[in-house]
C-alpha cells in the first residue's frame, strides 16, 4: 500500500489512481532566468515520487509545464532588449540543461502556454457560459464567491486572504469583487497578444494551468504537485476554476508540495529576492548525485537549508557510497 500526504486534507492517504494509468500535473518554471536549486528541489522530489511509482508498478503520465508568457518574462525581454520569444527560448534550454544535469527524467509532456491557447480561450470561454467569470473592457475575471468552497486548500476564508495580499491586488477596472483574478487580460501596448472573443489579449497565470492539466490528462488527475508557495493564490484558483468548468468534480485526487529550500539567514530562496543558486553553477562545483542525495536527505515538506558544507558533506558521503559499490562489484566477480 502506498500512502500520501494531501495538502488538501491535510493528512496522510491510501493512493489509489482512478484509472490504469497516473495522472500527475506538476507547476513547471517560469522562463525568464535560468533555474535554481529551489527548482531543483521541486524536480527532484517529483522525479523520485515519478520512479517510485513506476518501481510499483503503475504506469505514469506526467505533465510539467512551461509558463511562458508572464508579466516577468515581458519585463526581462524589455531589459534585454530582445523580443520575449527569445527570453522563454534561451530559458526553456537552460531548464532542460539543468533537469539533465541533475539526472531528472523529462516528463512524458511539457506544454507551453503560448502553443495551447486554444484550449486555454476555450476553458475561460466555460466559465463566463457557465456564470463563473465575467467580462470587464476586454478582460475576463473570475467569480471567487461563486464557488461555495473556494479557500479548503489554504484553510482560510476569502475575507482573511484579501487582507493578507491586499498589497499584491491587481491594478485596472473596478472588479465586481476585490478577491475576483484575472483568466483573461486585454492587450496593453507592447506587449504579446492573442484573439479572443472578448478582443486581444493574454492569459492570466492561473488558468493556463487548468486548461494544459485539461488538454493533456483530462479533467481528473490524480496527484498536483508544486512548492508550497503555490498553494494560494495558484492552487487555491486552479481548483476553484477548474472545478467551476466540469460541474464541481474534483479536479486533483491527492495534492503534494514541497518545502521551500532556504538561505542561511533563514530567507526563503527565490528569483524574487535576489539570492537564488543557479543550478547549472551548482553542478560545476558538485556532482548531480551529491545535489539529490543532499535535498532527499529532508524531508520533502520541509524547507531545507542551503549551505555549500552541507552538499559538501553529501558529495563525501556519496564517494564512499561509489567505493563501496566497487568493492562489492570486485568481490562479486572474484566469486565467479
Sequence with gaps: MIQLYNSLTRKKEKFVPMGDEVKMYVCGVTVYDDSHLGHALSSIVFDVLNRYLEYRGFKVRKVQNFTDVDDKIINRAKADDVPWEEITEKYIESFYQSADGLNVR?????????????????????????????????????????????????????????????????DGPAKED??????????????????????????????????????????????????????????????????????????????????????????????????????????????????RLWILQSHYRSNPLLDKKLIGGAERSMRRIRSAVVIKTIESDQKV
Excluded at 195 to 219: N, Y
Excluded at 248 to 273: C, T, Y
Aim: proline share 6%.
Design 106 to 170: 523529462r516528463a512524458t509532456v511539457h506544454p507551453r502556454a503560448t502553443e495551447d491557447m486554444p484550449e486555454i480561450i476555450g476553458l475561460i470561454q466555460r466559465l463566463v457560459d457557465g456564470g463563473s467569470a465575467y467580462e470587464l473592457n476586454g478582460s475576463i475575471y473570475y467569480r471567487v464567491r461563486s464557488k461555495s468552497d473556494y479557500g479548503k486548500l489554504s484553510g482560510q476564508n476569502i475575507d482573511e486572504m484579501l487582507e493578507a495580499t491586499r498589497h499584491d491586488l491587481e
Design 178 to 291: 476585490p478577491a475576483d483574478f484575472a483568466l483573461w487580460k486585454a492587450v496593453k501596448p507592447d506587449e504579446p497578444k492573442w484573439d479572443s472573443p472578448w478582443g486581444p489579449g493574454r492569459p492570466g497565470w492561473h488558468i493556463e494551468c487548468s486548461a494544459m492539466a485539461f488538454k493533456h490528462l483530462g479533467e481528473q488527475i490524480d496527484i498536483h504537485g508544486g512548492g508550497l508557495d503555490l498553494i494560494f493564490p495558484h492552487h487555491e484558483n486552479e481548483i476553484a476554476q477548474s472545478e467551476s468548468a466540469s460541474g464541481s468534480v474534483p479536479f486533483a485526487g491527492v495534492w503534494m508540495h514541497n518545502g521551500m529550500l532556504r538561505i542561511v539567514d533563514g530567507q526563503e530562496m527565490s528569483k524574487s529576492l535576489g539570492n537564488a543558486f543557479n543550478v547549472n553553477a551548482a553542478l560545476k562545483e558538485f556532482s548531480s548525485d551529491s545535489i
